[in-house]
């Protein structure tokens, strides 16, 4: 397949680069590198300064690759994705990610490009009612970040069901971790997931970190969440990608592993390698206490399942960090 991956510089959509190309695939890159960098594009890759918010961009790129040959599939990472920014800028969250899509999705009816390939989140949930969200479950955001990519299914839906196209919506749960090679990685100077942050605690790279409310309905009182490695959950995308290509069905798949660790249990993990120096704080903003997802649809529809376990996951990250801090 030929994939257009926008937003294929930043943490996720890089991977996801890695893993079509470790399968055969050719790949081009979209990004405006506002959070991704290009040093994180494999070099396979052809790469595009571009805009996903900027119409005039994409239609120039599409036009030059189009000549050359078709796209079979796009895939989107291009959104906003930080749960407390969204509370202070939901107009930005919504121009980008809603607005940003909608180009994209035009863009793509007007080349006649068939086929996306969408990263959602497990967000779109809101506050689960049960212990671990299937795809069926009630959706009700309770922050502007959750809202958007809900807004996002639901147009992407239409469009495909006016257009005769077809869609993988894919809701994410907590990915973390690096590529087998260290060659990428969560590299960004303003962290704000669990891991990352709890390493960088553990190697002495920020002097402590706080663990957001400690009185939340769980068995340690601290937020619990599902883990995923983010190489498994680039080659969902891989597989999902070829799904929709091959069958010309639509996908709507939850992406975790089935199981939830609270943030006190992150940190003990991570202490079997480094003291942690944490502190308790209050609640942020739209967090809900508990978030693990089903995976057996995914499972049954792409014969996926994760490899990586948590601990997978932390040694991954933290020898991943040891590298970008001997640089």
Same mark, same amino acid.
Not at 15 to 41: A, C, F, P, Q, W
């Given at each position: 397949?030929?994939?257009?991956?926008?937003?294929?510089?930043?943490?996720?959509?890089?991977?996801?680069?890695?893993?079509?190309?470790? %399968?055969? +695939?050719?790949?081009?890159? #979209?990004?405006?590198?506002?959070?991704?960098?290009?040093?994180?594009?494999?070099?396979?890759?052809?790469?595009?300064?571009?805009?996903?918010?900027?119409?005039?961009?994409?239609? +120039?790129?599409?036009?030059?690759?189009?000549?050359?040959?078709?796209?079979?599939?796009?895939?989107?990472?291009?959104?906003?994705?930080?749960?407390?920014?969204?509370?202070?800028?939901?107009?930005?969250?919504?121009?980008?990610?809603?607005?940003?899509?909608?180009?994209?999705?035009?863009?793509?009816?007007?080349?006649?490009?068939?086929? #996306?390939?969408?990263?959602?989140?497990?967000?779109?949930?809101?506050?689960?009612?049960?212990?671990?969200?299937?795809?069926?479950?009630?959706?009700?955001?309770?922050?502007?970040?959750?809202?958007?990519?809900?807004?996002?299914?639901?147009?992407?839906?239409?469009?495909?069901?006016?257009?005769?196209? +077809?869609?993988?919506?894919?809701?994410?749960?907590?990915?973390?971790?690096?590529?087998?090679?260290?060659?990428?990685?969560?590299?960004?100077?303003?962290?704000?997931?669990?891991?990352?942050?709890?390493?960088?605690?553990?190697?002495?790279?920020?002097?402590?970190?706080?663990?957001?409310?400690?009185?939340?309905?769980?068995?340690?009182?601290?937020?619990?969440?599902?883990?995923? +490695?983010?190489?498994?959950?680039?080659?969902?995308?891989?597989?999902?990608?070829?799904?929709?290509?091959?069958?010309?069905?639509?996908?709507?798949?939850?992406?975790?592993?089935?199981?939830?660790?609270?943030?006190?249990?992150?940190?003990?993990?991570?202490?079997?390698?480094?003291?942690? %120096?944490?502190? #308790?704080?209050?609640?942020? &903003?739209?967090?809900?206490?508990?978030?693990? &997802?089903?995976?057996?649809?995914?499972?049954?529809?792409?014969?996926?399942?994760?490899?990586?376990?948590?601990?997978? #996951?932390?040694?991954?990250?933290?020898?991943?960090?040891?590298?970008?801090?001997?640089?």
């Amino acid at each position: 397949m030929k994939v257009c991956v926008v937003g294929g510089a930043g943490y996720i959509g890089s991977e996801t680069v890695y893993e079509l190309i470790r %399968n055969g +695939h050719e790949v081009v890159v #979209i990004d405006n590198l506002s959070t991704g960098k290009k040093e994180m594009v494999h070099k396979s890759a052809k790469f595009y300064l571009g805009d996903i918010t900027k119409e005039e961009d994409l239609k +120039h790129i599409f036009e030059q690759e189009c000549m050359i040959k078709h796209f079979d599939v796009v895939m989107h990472f291009a959104a906003k994705l930080i749960v407390p920014e969204s509370v202070e800028k939901p107009l930005e969250y919504y121009h980008n990610n809603v607005e940003g899509l909608r180009i994209l999705l035009s863009v793509m009816n007007d080349f006649n490009i068939k086929n #996306i390939v969408f990263s959602s989140t497990a967000a779109v949930y809101g506050e689960p009612n049960k212990d671990i969200c299937e795809e069926s479950d009630l959706t009700k955001p309770i922050n502007p970040y959750g809202e958007t990519k809900l807004v996002c299914e639901n147009m992407i839906k239409w469009v495909c069901q006016r257009y005769d196209m +077809h869609y993988c919506i894919f809701r994410y749960f907590n990915v973390a971790g690096a590529d087998e090679t260290l060659e990428i990685g969560l590299d960004k100077s303003n962290l704000t997931h669990i891991v990352p942050i709890t390493v960088e605690t553990a190697l002495g790279l920020r002097e402590k970190m706080t663990v957001f409310g400690n009185d939340y309905n769980t068995k340690d009182g601290t937020c619990i969440r599902d883990y995923i +490695h983010v190489q498994d959950l680039a080659y969902a995308h891989v597989l999902g990608a070829q799904y929709i290509f091959e069958n010309e069905e639509n996908l709507l798949l939850n992406l975790g592993s089935n199981n939830g660790y609270t943030v006190l249990e992150i940190i003990k993990e991570v202490e079997k390698y480094y003291k942690v %120096n944490y502190e #308790i704080g209050k609640r942020r &903003a739209g967090d809900p206490a508990k978030i693990v &997802a089903s995976n057996k649809k995914a499972c049954e529809k792409l014969g996926w399942k994760p490899k990586r376990t948590l601990s997978d #996951i932390i040694k991954s990250d933290l020898d991943y960090r040891m590298k970008l801090n001997k640089k």
